[in-house]
């Protein structure tokens, strides 16, 4: 079993940055290994795609987060993490991590089968 868990979230103003990070373990799991997905969830919304990263390291990201978000990983540390800038109210969400059932990216959540529990990102006006 995969472990992950978020951090980083917090509350930050509009025009903001912040930096998640996604820790995995369990079975000598590595986050190169398949691909890793960050998702979002407002109050009242379904939730969303953000961005994605292959096994070969190619990326995707939402159209709304575009320019403005980063996903990445460290190898040392084994996380996957997601940069984000020019932070709006709109991005205003609970973030969450996951792993891709196979080395391709994906933007649906049914194509993801290990998730963290989420961190909180409050953009204030």
């Known amino acids: 079993q995969v472990q992950l868990v978020e951090s980083g979230g917090g509350l930050v103003q509009a025009g903001g940055s912040l930096r998640l990070s996604c820790a995995a373990s369990?079975?000598?799991?590595?986050?190169?290994?398949?691909?890793m997905g960050w998702f979002r969830q407002a109050p009242g919304k379904e939730r969303e795609f953000v961005a994605a990263?292959?096994?070969?390291?190619?990326?995707v990201y939402a159209d709304s987060v575009k320019g403005r978000f980063t996903i990445s990983r460290d190898y040392a540390k084994n996380t996957v993490n997601l940069r984000l800038n020019s932070l709006n109210p709109e991005d205003t969400a609970v973030y969450y991590c996951?792993?891709?059932?196979?080395?391709?990216?994906?933007?649906?959540?049914?194509?993801?089968?290990?998730w963290g529990q989420g961190t909180q990102v409050t953009v204030s006006s």
């Open positions: 996951a792993k891709d059932r196979s080395g391709l990216t994906h933007n649906t959540a049914d194509m993801y089968d290990n």
């Open positions: 369990g079975r000598s799991f590595s986050v190169y290994s398949s691909a």
């Open positions: 990263i292959s096994r070969s390291g190619s990326t």
